[in-house]
């Protein structure tokens, strides 16, 4: 398990499960079929605590390149690790929004409304609106990309010493990450569907453009730079905050 596989194995589990239940919620005749907005922000949160689980000890967990981009722009990463964390990531994402389509090609082919089928794969605005759409994925993932900075690792401080000790959180460490995803799905997510990662929605979209998904219509390209350069200034003025109150 190197850190480019861990990011290749953590980013695709993270779409499986984000990609899987939007399909499950919004395409036809599945058990989920309208369960609604807090089950999708839910199933997504959990799909980000499972990504790093798996991810987390060999990798660090981007599973994001705003992520990986905001914590080289703060000097906490190397940028020569950067490329090849990003690589894995797109990959990951691909390859999680391929098993989507495969796991609910059913679904797929008897759904007749074009924009749930592309939604399963990546984000659609609820009103179009190119600068207040950019708005909302530049701070949803300012949120996030500064809220990663502060989590912190726990550690105990000894009776009568001046001495702390790490304490190891395991998988428990994943929670404040998935929580975060999960408070910006509830109170940001409602204008763009909050995509506050390139690859989860670039990737997803370029598979939705070249899968064969049956009256899949169009992949609304057009919109796709939003959720890409969106996130990544985002993460980088969260990183300059970070550097100015760091010092």
């Not at 453009?209 to 796709?224: A, E, F, N, R």
């Amino acid at each position: 398990m190197t850190p480019f596989v861990a990011e290749y194995i953590g980013t695709a589990i993270m779409i499986l499960m984000g990609g899987g239940v939007v399909a499950n919620v919004v395409l036809d005749k599945t058990k989920g079929n309208n369960s609604g907005w807090m089950v999708i922000t839910t199933a997504w949160a959990m799909g980000v605590f499972i990504g790093v689980v798996v991810a987390g000890p060999y990798s660090g967990a981007h599973l994001n390149p705003a992520i990986s981009i905001g914590l080289a722009a703060a000097g906490t990463f190397p940028w020569s690790n950067v490329l090849s964390y990003v690589v894995a990531q797109f990959l990951g994402a691909a390859t999680g929004a391929l098993m989507v389509w495969m796991f609910y090609k059913d679904h797929f082919d008897i759904t007749e409304n074009k924009v749930s089928k592309l939604g399963v794969f990546c984000t659609v605005p609820e009103i179009r609106n190119p600068f207040r759409n950019f708005l909302s994925e530049v701070i949803g993932t300012f949120v996030l990309m500064l809220v990663v900075f502060y989590i912190t690792k726990g550690e105990a401080q000894m009776l009568n010493e001046k001495v702390t000790i790490p304490i190891g959180l395991g998988s428990v460490g994943a929670i404040p990450v998935a929580f975060t995803v999960w408070v910006i799905g509830l109170s940001l997510g409602g204008t763009t569907g909050y995509a506050i990662n390139p690859a989860r929605d670039l990737a997803p979209r370029f598979m939705h453009s070249v899968l064969p998904i049956k009256d899949k219509g169009d992949s609304q390209w057009s919109y796709s730079w939003v959720p890409l350069i969106g996130p990544l200034l985002g993460s980088t003025l969260a990183a300059m905050l970070y550097l100015i109150l760091l010092d």
